[in-house]
């Protein structure tokens, strides 16, 4: 393992002076190769004299750091806290280093910014005159948070660990003989790698609760919620184990969807470039946070986990093992035969159509027949076509962002096949007939008074997304991020789920 280790206190006969050898000495002990920076005799201007700091001339030992940097897996800061934060000789040293094209580019698509130094970790090691219980209670860690969140973390480097050491003025000699002691045990586990098994876990974790994409299990559940709501009379749905039990057969089959979407998927998400939280994958595979083995891996457990829970079910329900099964068994065509083969509804141009049926109707009706609701009522399917129209905006607009990665790959979305003005159309289109339908529900009080009251926000939400709509096809701006238009489409699903589902369970 290659360390680097960078003292950022003016001063080299410092505390932190020695704390920085002692991480040396236990690191070479661990048998890894170590450099040591110190900023204190570089030669270099601190101050960004340019628009941006990568058009100043670099020194001779401004480049000397980046080469070390880039040789480096693992870097360790010692540093002082000084006013709550870094030196300004740390301060001026991240300025020219860690420049545009060096530690981090701009990009079209996720926050706007790509770290460039991914692949490596750090150790961050302060002293501070502050008690530290203060420094973090009391204020908020300014220095930590920016060196590990705004500075190391913005620019790709993960994961990042802290060794504070105070209160320096009041310590004695045996304190801070304890401090070099645990600076030297820090060296000496980089043995055991750069990653503890904590670190292991939680980046893995973090990488399968991306891959689920978390963020849209919302709908399913209040659309599921509105069907059982719909079927089952007595107080306590909540309290019910079957309700449960039906959830989780269709969480497990939205897992096995969505990874599903990952791994046909790869080649669009690869190649798109206005990706964001909405649109273009959960991008585990483009980052290898997973590998394909991985993610297979979890489609087949989460597909095991979905037939054994429906197997229960079905053993459970007071409604018919073959109306559970009927209902069962389309909702998982239309689920999986979104991107998997042969079906491929995405790549047919009906994607669109198959999401906003599966989320409104296919998930109210395993609702319904779960808790004991007969197929062929009325009443699901009533509540459910609002729930189809107003779908149809959101889903429609995620395809303009990824147009060009879709169109790649022969993806036939509707904004591949329509345009970005029509698909743009469309929306607008589904936006007012969902509102006018949602207001007709109303007005003829049907589904038992489950959309009463609706008009007070699907009115001005409709008018408001109807108007962003009306003004992004008049813009003309070519296909791109649609962030505030996908917010305002998916909030106003919201309404046609939450709605309903307070009218039924109150």
């Not at 779960?370 to 189809?388: E, M, Q, R, T, V």
């Not at 296909?479 to 939450?498: K, N």
Request: with cysteine; proline share 4%.
């Amino acid at each position: 393992m290659n360390v680097l280790i960078i003292l950022g206190h003016p001063r080299t006969d410092s505390l932190c002076g020695a704390l920085a050898e002692a991480y040396a000495q236990g690191a070479r002990e661990a048998g890894t190769e170590v450099r040591q920076l110190y900023l204190a005799q570089l030669d270099f201007d601190l101050h960004v004299h340019t628009i941006s700091p990568s058009q100043q001339l670099l020194e001779d030992d401004v480049r000397k750091a980046q080469e070390m940097i880039l040789w480096a897996e693992h870097l360790v800061f010692v540093y002082p806290t000084w006013w709550g934060t870094m030196p300004a000789l740390l301060k001026g040293f991240l300025d020219r280093v860690l420049i545009p094209g060096f530690a981090f580019k701009a990009v079209e698509g996720g926050t706007g910014f790509q770290g460039l130094l991914n692949g490596r970790s750090a150790q961050l090691i302060t002293t501070m005159d502050t008690p530290p219980l203060v420094h973090r209670f009391v204020y908020r860690q300014p220095g930590r948070n920016a060196m590990e969140r705004a500075t190391l973390g913005f620019c790709g480097l993960r994961p990042l660990r802290s060794m504070v050491c105070g209160s320096v003025k009041n310590s004695n000699l045996q304190l801070r003989q304890k401090w070099l002691k645990q600076a030297h045990c820090l060296g000496r586990r980089l043995q055991l790698g750069r990653l503890t098994l904590g670190d292991k876990i939680r980046q893995k974790t973090a990488a399968w609760i991306k891959a689920m994409r978390i963020q849209f299990y919302l709908m399913t559940w209040v659309a599921y919620t509105i069907g059982a709501s719909a079927a089952y009379h007595e107080d306590g749905i909540f309290l019910n184990s079957l309700f449960w039990l039906g959830y989780t057969c269709l969480f497990l089959l939205e897992v096995a969807t969505v990874l599903i979407n990952e791994v046909v998927d790869f080649q669009s998400d690869r190649n798109n470039r206005f990706y964001s939280t909405f649109t273009g994958g959960s991008r585990v595979l483009v980052e290898r946070l997973l590998s394909q083995g991985e993610v297979r891996v979890g489609i087949t457990v989460a597909l095991v986990g979905f037939l054994a829970a429906s197997v229960i079910l079905s053993s459970v329900t007071p409604a018919a093992t073959s109306t559970v099964l009927s209902v069962l068994g389309a909702v998982i065509i239309l689920a999986l035969g979104y991107t998997a083969p042969p079906l491929k509804f995405c790549y047919r141009g009906l994607g669109e159509l198959d999401v906003a049926v599966t989320h409104s109707i296919g998930v109210i009706l395993c609702g319904y027949v779960f808790l004991g609701g007969a197929l062929n009522d009325s009443l699901p399917w009533i509540l459910s076509l609002p729930l189809l129209l107003a779908i149809m905006p959101s889903i429609t607009l995620s395809g303009i962002p990824d147009m060009e990665a879709d169109k790649a790959v022969a993806k036939r979305t509707l904004a591949v096949r329509l345009g970005q003005r029509m698909a743009l159309m469309l929306a607008f289109i589904f936006t007012l007939v969902s509102a006018v339908t949602a207001l007709l529900w109303q007005a003829l009080n049907l589904a038992n008074g489950a959309f009463a009251g609706i008009a007070y926000v699907v009115i001005p939400h409709g008018i408001l997304l109807a108007w962003s709509l009306h003004k992004r096809i008049e813009s003309g701006k070519p296909p791109g991020r649609i962030d505030g238009l996908m917010i305002a489409s998916l909030s106003y699903v919201l309404w046609f789920g939450l709605i309903p589902l307070f009218r039924l369970v109150e």
